[in-house]
């Protein structure tokens, strides 16, 4: 295969996999830190640090500059962080008092430090968070971290483009053509973001439109460049290149027009042909952008998220007091009941505010009158289900364990109706409910489960199932609906709303922490997607939000003045 030959649909497998992350802005100030100096005051200096998923090991992120003699500061470089709603990303802040231009932190006077997640940040009022610095005495001052996300990488983008007078590449007719679009890398590279789709035998090519975020045309750099590739398709995969042009989105964002026709330059023939002008042209004909609210300008907006857990207790998951059973308490490891809440509980409880949860149970007979209830409260109580945290739910667990009749059937709709009917009552966007489901995979009521999450697709919510144990899961694959939609009696599901995971998959014998981390990032993945699928089918806009943030480039011209410690 030649050079100019190049088999795109293998590059681009899955545009998406290279595209940044949601990015967060986080700003920093202190106030009545502790003096750590004689004769001034203290010259701080913030470092952050971060905990690699899965790992107890935090790296620096990187440090602010020192501000002299100051006991409040506040800092004007900036920490950009990619944000995972599907992550606990556990963070770390620590103040020193600089003495030297040494950057050996060692050599500096530790003030205090800090710990958090990037989840309490964003979900805090006004996405900021107030605690006290922690160090080897009392009143170390307080630290203030604020986040912010960068809008500029969610504008929406509409394109259309047509071609004129491009080269005639095949033998026996005309150019199969279409478009391959690359945003620049860092390292002045190029990752393809979009390809458009192939128009088969003509020379004048017409596109249909497309759309693109901006955070995968350029990352939200407007002057970065974008190169634009031609190409003949070929049913081989051996593509020959029709020409080659480099604009940037500022120069696309003037629309139609003289200054977006561009000419479409082959290398190999402009190095030959000393008369060569071009392999035709390319025009802009449609050009629009429209601001996309994320996920996190409604949870910045004040939406809560309220996490419900039903947990299986039917006969099938084996005697609890039998270490082959699912719910056995082995007293050095977690059963995999335990390790799913505590995993996806993490994540979830800091959306919450008062970390209040439901935590229902299905499948049991439970006292005093060892009736079978397929929807009761795992803390005991007759009144509510609420549960302090996820230790709380964890306890309630261990407490029904303790108290109830393992039996069955195994009936999920009564806890989906359970959850739908808070939800039917929240549909203005102020609240958004999850429904954590953990069982062995052995439904019962398979009919009514589809109606019930037909009629939950309609409603702020998102069902998570996560399998346990070794059985035959195809029933949950079904309510899963990726391959094929969920429906019940020819009404389908307006949106995918459940999403099912086998524990087994991650399963890592050697570390539970990484196998944890792993299926919570698997299982709340689409959370964000499903949150604003139904934010967008409802036209519900996120509320202003609670509190501002302080841009960084009105304050960039001070970093050039400030001291700084590398």
Request: hydrophobic share 35%; charged share 25%.
């Amino acid at each position: 295969m030649s050079p100019e030959e190049v088999n795109l649909d293998m590059v681009l497998r899955d545009p998406e996999q290279a595209i940044p992350a949601t990015k967060v802005e986080l700003s920093i100030s202190c106030s009545k830190l502790r003096d750590m100096d004689v004769f001034s005051k203290s010259d701080p200096l913030c470092v952050m640090f971060i905990k690699a998923l899965g790992s107890e090991q935090y790296r620096e992120i990187g440090r602010t500059e020192v501000i002299m003699d100051n006991l409040n500061p506040m800092f004007v470089r900036k920490f950009l962080v990619d944000y995972f709603f599907e992550e606990v990303q556990h963070l770390k802040f620590e103040v020193y008092d600089v003495d030297s231009q040494s950057t050996d932190l060692k050599k500096h006077d530790f003030i205090g430090k800090m710990q958090c997640t990037m989840g309490e940040i964003m979900a805090a009022g006004g996405g900021k968070i107030k605690k006290p610095l922690q160090g080897n005495v009392k009143n170390c001052g307080t630290i203030i971290v604020r986040g912010e996300e960068l809008s500029s990488c969610r504008d929406l983008i509409t394109f259309r483009f047509r071609g004129e007078h491009l080269d005639k590449k095949d033998t026996f007719g005309k150019s199969d053509p279409f478009l391959a679009i690359y945003r620049q890398n860092l390292d002045e590279g190029f990752t393809i973001s979009h390809k458009t789709e192939v128009i088969k035998k003509t020379l004048n090519p017409s596109w249909q439109r497309f759309q693109m975020f901006s955070r995968a045309l350029c990352n939200g750099d407007y002057d970065r460049k974008i190169k634009f590739e031609c190409w003949d398709w070929d049913r081989d995969g051996g593509h020959d290149l029709i020409g080659v042009f480099e604009t940037t989105a500022r120069e696309l964002s003037r629309g139609p027009g003289t200054t977006n026709v561009y000419q479409l330059i082959h290398p190999k023939k402009k190095a030959k042909k000393s008369k060569y002008k071009n392999s035709g042209l390319i025009f802009l004909e449609e050009y629009r952008v429209e601001k996309v609210y994320s996920f996190l300008d409604y949870i910045l907006g004040g939406t809560q998220m309220n996490f419900t857990v039903a947990v299986d207790f039917t006969a099938s998951n084996g005697d609890p007091r039998q270490t082959t059973s699912l719910h056995y308490m082995n007293p050095y490891q977690p059963n995999h009941y335990l390790r799913a809440l505590r995993s996806v509980g993490d994540v979830v409880q800091d959306y919450d505010t008062d970390k209040m949860f439901p935590a229902l149970g299905f499948g049991a007979r439970v006292p005093p009158h060892m009736a079978v209830s397929h929807e009761f409260f795992m803390n005991g109580s007759k009144d509510h289900p609420f549960c302090q945290g996820i230790d709380g739910v964890i306890e309630a667990y261990k407490r029904s364990l303790s108290s109830v009749q393992l039996y069955g059937p195994t009936n999920f709709a009564p806890v989906v109706t359970h959850v739908a009917n808070f939800a039917a009552a929240k549909t203005d966007g102020s609240e958004y409910f999850v429904l954590l489901i953990i069982t062995d995979g052995i439904i019962t009521d398979m009919q009514k489960t589809k109606q019930a999450i037909v009629r939950a697709a309609k409603l702020p919510m998102s069902i998570i199932i996560v399998g346990v144990g070794n059985e035959d899961f195809t029933a949950m694959e079904e309510l899963d609906g990726d391959d094929v939609r969920l429906s019940f009696q020819g009404e389908a599901a307006v949106r995918d709303i459940v999403q099912f995971v086998p524990f087994r998959d991650f399963e890592n014998a050697t570390n539970a922490v990484i196998s944890q981390a792993q299926l919570a990032k698997e299982v709340l993945a689409e959370i964000p997607d499903q949150f604003l699928s139904y934010m967008r089918a409802h036209g519900v806009k996120p509320k202003p939000r609670r509190g501002s943030v302080t841009s960084v480039a009105s304050q960039s011209s001070a970093i050039a003045s400030a001291p700084q410690l590398r």
